[in-house]
């Protein structure tokens, strides 16, 4: 057998190269920037929790400053409020905001979840201490739900959802059954 005959050429005005398939990367110009490296106020050394108040106004994690730094809608420094250590590092990961304006910070390295008023006084401290290791809820990534529930990343690969009105876990469950009760 031979080969299939190949197609004429076409003339040199009808070619066109190929459409171009390759990943690039996209670059985008952001509508501003909010601090920069740095520990003086309105600076960050490892921004990660993400939350707004009702207000507009942005509540950041600040782990490696041990913080959490608070912002005006226009991006403008206002506040700092400074975790507690009690001779430890804190690292703030995750932080939500709660239905009545309560800001919650998931600490990482301290293992306790750490709440503020909406003027940023410390209201009070749960965590490590009330729950045997197998229980520790404590990871990186924390959430509250409109209907006053909130949610917990954990190290041991899970989600624990407490009731906010009472620091014990209102149910222990896995990622996939929480995907699960959405579908």
């Known amino acids: 057998l031979s080969p299939p005959p190949s197609p004429p050429p076409q003339p040199a005005a009808m070619t066109s190269p190929a459409p171009r398939r390759v990943a690039r990367h996209l670059r985008v110009a952001g509508l501003r ?15 990660r929790g ?4 009702p207000s507009a106004v942005a509540v950041i994690a600040d782990e490696a400053n041990s913080r959490v730094q608070v912002f005006s809608p226009a991006g403008r420094f206002v506040a700092a409020w400074p975790l507690p250590s009690r001779g430890i590092r804190s690292g703030p990961r995750g932080v939500t905001i709660d239905p009545s ?17 909406p003027s940023g006084s410390l209201a009070h401290t749960w965590g490590h201490a009330q729950y045997p290791p197998a229980l520790s809820p404590f990871g990186w990534a924390i959430a509250c739900s409109p209907g006053g529930m909130l949610y917990l990343a954990g190290r041991n690969c899970d989600i624990q959802v407490f009731a906010l009105d009472r620091a014990v876990p209102a149910r222990r469950s896995s990622w996939g059954a929480i995907k699960a009760m959405h579908r």
């Not at 920037?33 to 921004?47: D, E, V």
């Not at 993400?50 to 108040?53: P, T, V």
């Not at 304006?101 to 008023?117: I, N």
């Open 50 to 53: 993400i939350a707004f108040l």
């Open 101 to 117: 304006g309560r800001v919650h910070v998931a600490d990482s390295v301290g293992e306790v979840v750490r709440v503020f008023g």
């Open 33 to 47: 920037t909010i601090g920069g490296p740095g520990s003086a106020p309105g600076q960050f050394a490892g921004p």
